[in-house]
């Protein structure tokens, strides 16, 4: 997934309101989102997905493998395919 991609779709406002929607849910204010808070996260938006998707797709928007989605990697998320969830 390619931040740049998502922020040259977006204008300010945009990216702005994507921000808070990332801030929400990420519960301990690290700057990032781990699979806790993104199974929150999904539980809210999307509560008919399943268990068995969930870690496969944090791992899919977690583009550096680093075992946490950061602002950039939710952004291109939140742009491009959350509602496949």
């Given at each position: 997934m390619s931040d740049t991609t998502a922020e040259n779709?977006?204008?300010?406002?945009?990216i702005?309101?994507?921000?808070?929607?990332?801030?929400?849910?990420?519960?301990d204010k690290n700057g990032q989102i781990?699979?806790?808070e993104f199974i929150e996260l999904l539980t809210i938006l999307s509560p008919k997905t399943k268990a068995s998707h969930v870690?496969?797709?944090f791992?899919?928007?977690d583009g550096n493998s680093?075992?946490?989605i950061d602002f950039e990697e939710f952004l291109t998320w939140w742009n491009e395919?959350?509602?496949?969830?």
């Amino acid at each position: 997934m390619s931040d740049t991609t998502a922020e040259n779709k977006l204008n300010q406002e945009q990216i702005d309101s994507i921000r808070k929607d990332f801030d929400f849910f990420d519960q301990d204010k690290n700057g990032q989102i781990d699979l806790k808070e993104f199974i929150e996260l999904l539980t809210i938006l999307s509560p008919k997905t399943k268990a068995s998707h969930v870690e496969e797709g944090f791992n899919l928007i977690d583009g550096n493998s680093d075992g946490y989605i950061d602002f950039e990697e939710f952004l291109t998320w939140w742009n491009e395919c959350w509602w496949e969830y």
